[in-house]
């Protein structure tokens, strides 16, 4: 009798448990479908506003002025000229920073693996965290007083990538460790046990076996900082034509959007740009997702 | 097929003395001799206490022991591993051919003392070929193509691998079999010619088939080289190895030809493992 009475209890419970799991999950779904709708709606607005400004002009370009504009909006035209030199400023101020960042971060993630419990390597690992922290907007103040004040005595594409490399190095550094550490100890010892010098096992054994993880790295940190404005604003400042000079003040996709917003009349452009640059990261971060799948170790 | 027997009276040339009833026995002429050796990975604690043993040229010696008896640790400390930790604390001497390891450059001791490990380790980011030649390789060493060629499949012919591989030598060494990259680990290895090669446990991630291919290997390579393996699997030792050391809790308890000392073990603790009462 008392086992009849069990397999009921048991029964009844686990169709309740099963209303439980459906319910919840449905849940769970409804709820990742909340999260995930802001992007969804971004890309959607800025695929509406922005893509008729985008032609081949808006590549190669310079931005336009205000006056070029009120005419071109009087007459029912788009509005003429392009981002060029926010792309092309965007792009130089990116690659220097990477010439930095790179180096240094690689170096500096290669001793943090190599030497986990060194008090000196925690020391730098909970400052790299620290630095990951620091608003932006204080990294350009830096970058004002040290570079822009002292250093080029004006605004100039030198100032800006100093404060967007400040910006890489602690995501690249950590990267690196990440990767580093991943890797199996074997294959090192494996690489040493054929006498292989250590300075020649990191560099041409372990970097190229992690060399997924580190671009992916990379490539994360570069997509990070191409979005920056507030560093940028202090530093770069923005400019008008094309630049190349490290010098000189030089635009940013970011920066123009910026300069675009305060314009009634170059509202349109603002759209356009902001598209241009979602898509530029967002296609970043798929080519990130796919090294990641191909290469990383493990 | 190999044969596995071991011949005692070419051995007995070797030994100085045969004493049935002595633990550790000495080795004439030893090609690698290990003096003292303590290693601490902590303060006070000892992972191999005063070891002190030769090993001989052209045998397997096998090192047997339940984990933890630092039998692998005693076999790091050969090709100074343990460097790599600086945690790791060394006592006593180890000597090749009389010359003390500690003044032979690490660089250099590690290609006359060679490495397999538990697991198949070939480096991933490299084809077969760039496998057996890393040593070269890594080192920079510039040789010429044809000498590469030569030692590739002359390498890779000595582990039976060259058939296996000959046309897939530019493939990743990843893409093998585990058996397979192990030879392919135990190939790179030979291809620096080494005088001894250490051998972590070579075959415990191993199906059987791939085990005893290694075996077999084995016992063809110790014409050429010596070998001291370690071996958690005693039919293994009992199957391949000349001599045999077993170790527990650090301390080399046994030492001996083989044969006897699996037959008649002078220790009572030998006996005990042997018989399977514990480990």
Partial sequence: ?298 | MVNRNINESQLNDYLMTIEMNKAIIDIKNPVLTIKDLSISYEKGKYAVKDVSAGIKKNSITAIMGPSGCGKSTLLRAINRMHELYPSIQTFGKIYLDNEDISAIPSIKLRQKIGMVFQRPNPFPTMSIYDNVIAGYKLNGTRIKKSRKDEIVEKSLSDVVLWDEVKDSLHKRGTFLSGGQQQRLCVARTLAFQPEIILMDEPTSALDPIATAKIEDLLVELKKKYTIILVTHNMTQAARISDLSMFMYLGELIEYGITKSLFTNPVNKKTEEYLTGKFG
């Fill in chain 1, 1 to 298: 009798m008392g086992k009849i009475r069990y397999n009921k209890i048991q029964t009844d419970g686990f169709s309740f448990r099963l209303v439980k799991n459906k319910v919840f999950y449905c849940f769970v779904i409804f709820m990742s479908m909340i999260a995930i709708s802001p992007v969804v709606f971004i890309i959607i607005k800025l695929v509406i506003k922005g893509i008729r400004q985008i032609n081949l002009n808006f590549f190669i370009d310079n931005a336009p002025n205000t006056l070029e504009a009120m005419t071109a909006i009087a007459n029912g035209e788009i509005i003429p000229g392009g981002i060029a030199n926010g792309i092309t400023g965007s792009i130089f101020m990116v690659l220097l920073a990477s010439v930095m960042a790179i180096p240094l971060g690689v170096l500096t993630g290669i001793y943090l693996s190599e030497n986990q419990d060194k008090v000196y390597a925690n020391i730098i690992r909970n400052i790299s965290e620290i630095l990951q922290g620091v608003p932006s907007i204080v990294l350009g103040i830096l970058s004002y007083l040290w570079i822009v004040i002292n250093i080029t005595r004006g605004f100039s594409a030198f100032a800006g990538s100093v404060s967007l490399s400040i910006m890489m190095l602690p995501l690249i550094i950590k990267s690196t460790e990440e990767t580093l550490k991943m890797i199996p100890s074997t294959i090192k010892e494996a690489a040493l046990s054929l006498g292989v010098p250590y300075h020649k096992v990191i560099f041409k054994v372990l970097l190229p076996t992690g060399l997924g993880g580190l671009l992916t790295g990379i490539l994360l940190a570069i997509s990070r900082v191409l979005g920056e404005t507030a560093p940028l604003m202090l530093t770069a400042l923005g400019s008008s034509v094309i630049n190349f000079d490290v010098t000189k003040p030089t635009s940013a996709v970011p920066l123009l959007i910026w300069e675009f917003y305060n314009d009634p009349n170059l509202l349109d452009l603002v759209w356009s740009s902001s598209l241009f640059l979602m898509g530029f990261v967002l296609i970043l971060n798929i080519i990130v997702k796919k090294m990641a799948n191909k290469w990383v170790y493990g």
